[in-house]
């Protein structure tokens, strides 16, 4: 596995687990899915803290990678952020939502 998607992992397991923000919504998900996820929490970050932590400015192909990994799976959300000064803005974040129980060794 490339070292910038090992750090985009690492990001997203330290994360603990928590609600979703207001008005987020999956993309690409089934509903069930969706549901667990309001339901009982997940790890996630916002695209722009992925990018500053990991100094990586191809997260999104990282993450491409990552879904491609037997056992893993990496969904995105968009929510709606409100501004101290009245505006509004959609903000973008990842959520871990599976990773295998016992990590396999990729040359």
Request: hydrophobic letters at 35%; aromatic letters at 10%.
């Amino acid at each position: 596995m490339i070292s910038s998607a090992r750090r985009i992992l690492d990001l997203l397991r330290s994360r603990p687990i928590r609600y979703l923000p207001k008005d987020a919504r999956v993309e690409n998900c089934m509903p069930g899915i969706e549901a667990k996820l309001w339901i009982l929490g997940s790890k996630w970050e916002w695209s722009w803290t992925i990018l500053q932590e990991t100094k990586t400015a191809d997260y999104r192909k990282r993450i491409s990678e990552i879904n491609k990994i037997d056992g893993y799976l990496v969904l995105s959300f968009h929510a709606p952020y409100k501004m101290e000064c009245g505006g509004t803005i959609t903000r973008h974040g990842y959520i871990l939502v599976m990773e295998p129980k016992e990590e396999r060794k990729v040359a």
